[in-house]
């Protein structure tokens, strides 16, 4: 198996081939965010969460308190989490519940709320600075903020509520996004007090960021859930903005750190690989997939398949932002059969996973 080589590792942007707002990388105003998560963590680390979802049963085992971090150096064309990219709070606008009052507009400090007869009231995304006026003049609630400054010791009194269901389901906590390694600090000190309490512990992840931090991550975890799009470097860069290299290093390396966490505590590393129409749903895609595990991991054996879905097309709107893939159908787990046998031929333990 070839050495990993842990210099290589970075968090770098890339730009895409692809013309979507944002896909080329992070704005200005994340680059600090990016740039300050990866400060020393300090007791308390704050972090922007963008929803808390309790009661869950995915992403994990039993039932489940699932965080999502704001933040996201990827831009995939399938996103189905939009308000999860940007590192910064954002501005909802639901129109549907707009009653046109103008209240917003009056609001706004920096003039960046206008009224256009096509698309109803529009908020600049130059001039915006995400301040919270204009949700704060809404009297209908058509505008509400995406994203909130929590605290670690805050998250962890909410996940903590439901112990007792963790408890009798084996559930536990399950950290995504946006990407867990855009917030890592604020992620590994929330999955620790976690772990302190006897939790169990999960991340999704695309693997792309640094490994001293990942690697710090992976200690407090019991499960991580890891997404490989696609293998060819070339590809992967123009439907996500990046190239893989740093996610496929660090995904050796996390195989290679199951056999060091021993047997006592330990730890689940998972496959995930998101299936999408005209990107990577064909047996060719599968196979090379298929052929990277068993090559090159040799303790990772779990794949799960995710089928394409179109639920999120609302947030995009909501956002001000185009969905490239609009219109199209989700993917029924039918579909997906016979990628899943081009896998399980290969010998790994497959499974489609439901939306």
């Known amino acids: ?21 944002d896909c080329s990388g992070l704005t200005a105003r994340e680059k600090p965010l990016f740039s300050g998560s990866r400060r020393a963590m300090a007791p308390g680390a704050e972090g922007v969460v963008f929803n808390i979802q309790r009661f869950s049963l995915h992403d994990g085992a039993g039932i489940r308190t699932l965080v999502f971090l704001k ?73 509400s903020e ?3 400054t929590r605290d670690a010791d805050e998250i ?28 890592p600090a604020f992620a590994c000190e929330v ?3 976690c772990r302190e309490l006897g939790l169990n512990t999960a991340i999704e992840t695309s693997g792309y960021g640094d490994w001293p931090w990942l690697e710090r991550i992976a200690e407090y975890c019991d499960t991580i ?44 590393l998972i496959v995930r690989v998101p299936v999408i129409p005209e990107v990577n749903a064909d047996t060719e895609n599968m196979a090379a997939i298929g052929t990277f595990i068993r090559s090159e991991l040799h303790n990772t054996s779990t794949v799960e398949l995710m089928p394409f879905h179109n ?25 997906v059969e016979p990628l899943k046998k081009t896998l399980t031929d290969m010998g790994l333990n497959c499974t489609i996973m439901s939306w």
């Open 1 to 21: 198996m070839p050495r990993v080589n842990h210099q290589k590792r970075s968090a770098i942007m890339g730009k895409s081939d692809v013309q979507i707002e």
């Open 71 to 143: 933040g996201c150096p990827l831009r995939c064309l399938w996103c189905a989490n939009p308000e999860g990219q940007s590192g910064a709070t954002e501005i909802r606008y639901d129109k549907n519940g707009c009653i046109g009052c103008g209240a917003c507009i009056d609001s706004c400090p920096e003039g960046a709320v206008s009224q256009e007869p096509a698309t109803g009231f529009t908020i600049s995304k130059a001039s915006c600075r995400a301040c919270g006026a204009c949700v704060r003049a809404c009297p209908s609630g058509a505008k």
């Open 146 to 148: 995406w994203g909130e």
């Open 156 to 183: 962890v009194d909410i996940v903590k509520r439901d112990s007792l269901f963790y408890r009798h389901s084996g559930g536990g906590v399950t950290i995504g996004g946006g990407e867990v390694l855009f917030q």
């Open 191 to 193: 999955l620790r007090k």
């Open 225 to 268: 859930f890891y997404d490989l799009k696609i293998v060819d470097r070339h590809e992967h860069r123009r439907i996500t903005g990046v190239d893989n290299e740093t996610i496929l290093d660090n995904l050796r390396a996390l195989d290679e750190m199951l056999v060091s966490r021993g047997t006592d505590r330990p730890l689940h």
């Open 311 to 335: 639920l999120c097309e609302q947030k995009y709107e909501q956002l001000g932002r185009p969905y490239l893939l609009k219109g199209r159908a989700g993917l029924m787990p039918e579909k």
